[in-house]
């Protein structure tokens, strides 16, 4: 009996002894996923906080950062190309502005020397170069929606107003030479002329191969003393703001030279959008208008300050265009 008893009371003690194991087992597991359940908790607290610093430094990367611009110094081009070089550089892209005739400026961006370029005006003025390169040319921006073009007169030639009127007109073709004073011969302008020429049968008149600049000088000196002269002229342009008369596009009933304005395109070498994508991105975003550009022309091109100061106080003059221009990229 007596050895029954020690035997129960054994047993009895090794059961409380086990009960006593398990709950502490019981509670360790349960602190244990507690601390578990914290740190994935944490983790997480810290995963979600790594995704919102990765959004705030999301943003388009420069990529190549060294980029090639050829520009014709035409009134609206020159100021165009050297807003967007020092946009550029603002972000840390390396901009070569390189001034050229027309169909260099195609060609060098349609073969990849050059990477993009400000001045295709279409679908008439560069009809012949976007045939000869467009299929390797990327159109990437309309920047200005209406670019009247035609031949001009000041106006006081009262008798001239559509391109009707030249043919077989003595008085006024006696007076000028039977000459029309030109620009660079490349200029898609220059190529309506001739054709306007032939088309309205003009044969008794000369277009005249010079440069816009010099074009300029002989209109206004024209202006000047009251005398007759009839010029090739598109807008946007300063000179229709700064001439002390008004100046007369003429009408062209046929609509050589585009009838109400061709569109002017920003256009790139196929690639670039891959290869600098932060600077394509800029190129999508920059914007300008006529009231903009009236604002800027004369700066330089009858005032004659240097095109890379005055493109570069414009942007510090809006930084909030700048940053519009910007957004997006790292």
Known sequence: MFLLAAVLV??????NDNNNNNANDNANNE?????????NNNNNDNNNDNAANNNDSEGLELGQTELSVPYVPWARE??????????????GYEVETLQVEAGPMFASVADGDSDFHTSAWLPATHEEYWEDYGDDLVKVKEMIDKAPLALAVPEYVEDINTMEDLKDNEEFGDSVDWEIIGIDGGAGIMGNTEKALEEYGLDDWELVQSSEAAMLTELQEAIENEEPIIVPLWKPHWIFGAADVEIKM????????GGDGDQI?????KGLEEDAPAAY????????SYEMLEELMPLVHDEGQDVEDVAQQFLDDNPDLVEEWTEGIK
């Not at 602190?31 to 740190?39: K, V």
């Not at 395109?265 to 070498?269: E, H, P, Q």
């Open 265 to 269: 395109y920003t256009v790139a070498r």
């Open 250 to 257: 003429l009408e062209d009933p046929k609509e050589i030279y």
């Open 281 to 288: 991105h800029i190129l999508e975003q920059y914007e300008e």
């Open 31 to 39: 602190e244990n996923a507690n601390n578990d359940n914290n740190d």
């Open 10 to 15: 054994a047993c009895g003690g090794n059961n």
């Open 78 to 91: 020159e100021i165009s190309t050297h807003i967007l070089a020092a946009l550029l550089e603002e972000v």
